[in-house]
């Protein structure tokens, strides 16, 4: 029998023409998203500003590090890159957006490969992977995605193209934090 430690794994997260990191690393700064409310036409009020910083984002370089965390409903993606959001999960935001979130309640996802099949470390003996990255429990999977009201490009569950993810494993068998000594 395989112990949740044998399938999980720490990896870069990337592209494999472009690398994946947070809105503020990848812009340098806070990432501010100014929205004018409109309604039928006419100004309803001042312009609203939020902080989308902790979103996934498309960067030139480096990549983002995380602990896929095997568990039986699928991967729960804890962020083991140095900074803000290190110890967060990825997980969806209330409108589908992808971001750093507190990890509980955070979704998991499944690893998919270009035929739709379901994989698990434990079964890939290559150290770079091409996947798609379902959310468990929902349909589709994760895909490039434009806000109406934001110059930037975040990573969404909305029915779009999927998008294939690259990652590059530095450590299998990789011990949960907060339980290092498990079997």
Known sequence: MRTDLKKSFIATIGAQTTLVHFLDVVHGGKATVSSSLFSGGHYTGR?????????????????????????????????????????KCLSLSENGILGAFPSEGSNTFNLRDERG?????DTVKSNTLDVYLQVSGLPGALHIHRLHDSKFTYFANKGGSPFMFNFTIVERNAPYLNFPDEV
């Open 47 to 87: 312009p609203q500003s939020r902080d989308d910083s902790h979103f996934l984002s498309l960067r030139p370089e480096p990549r983002a590090t995380l602990y896929f965390r095997y568990t039986n409903n699928g991967y729960r993606l804890y962020i083991r890159t140095p900074g803000p959001y290190f110890g």
């Open 117 to 121: 099949y379901t994989l698990s470390i």
